[in-house]
Nanobody
């Protein structure tokens, strides 16, 4: 089965950078979309960025120009480079895979990112 394991979260000062990683295993289907979502306390989970099988990427408005999503050539590790971090970026960040056409979703356990002012 699909397993997603995030790492790289932590505490950083505003203006700093972090890189999140998501180790993916068990993805034997195609096509699919890999994404990063985040959820802050008391708020709904929101899309941060996603990347399709062909490599095209999309970003949420609040992170455009600051975050970059990427993956390795084997498509087994998803990354999120986060620069110019703001306190409002504080949230639990989740790795997500959606199997296109069947709309089956897989989630990681999440990693906490805290940005201090």
């Amino acid at each position: 089965q699909v397993q997603l394991v995030e790492s790289g979260g932590g505490l950083v000062q505003a203006g700093g950078s972090l890189r999140l990683s998501c180790a993916a295993s068990g993805i034997t289907f195609n096509p699919y979309v890999m994404s990063w979502y985040r959820q802050a306390p008391g708020k709904q989970r929101e899309l941060v960025a996603n990347i399709r099988t062909g490599g095209s990427a999309n970003y949420g408005d609040s992170v455009k120009g600051r975050f970059t999503i990427s993956r390795d050539n084997a498509k087994t590790t998803l990354y999120l480079q986060m620069d110019s971090l703001k306190p409002e970026d504080t949230a639990v960040y989740y790795c997500h895979v959606r199997r296109i056409f069947l709309n089956i979703d897989y989630w990681g356990q999440g990693t906490q990112v805290t940005v201090s002012s």
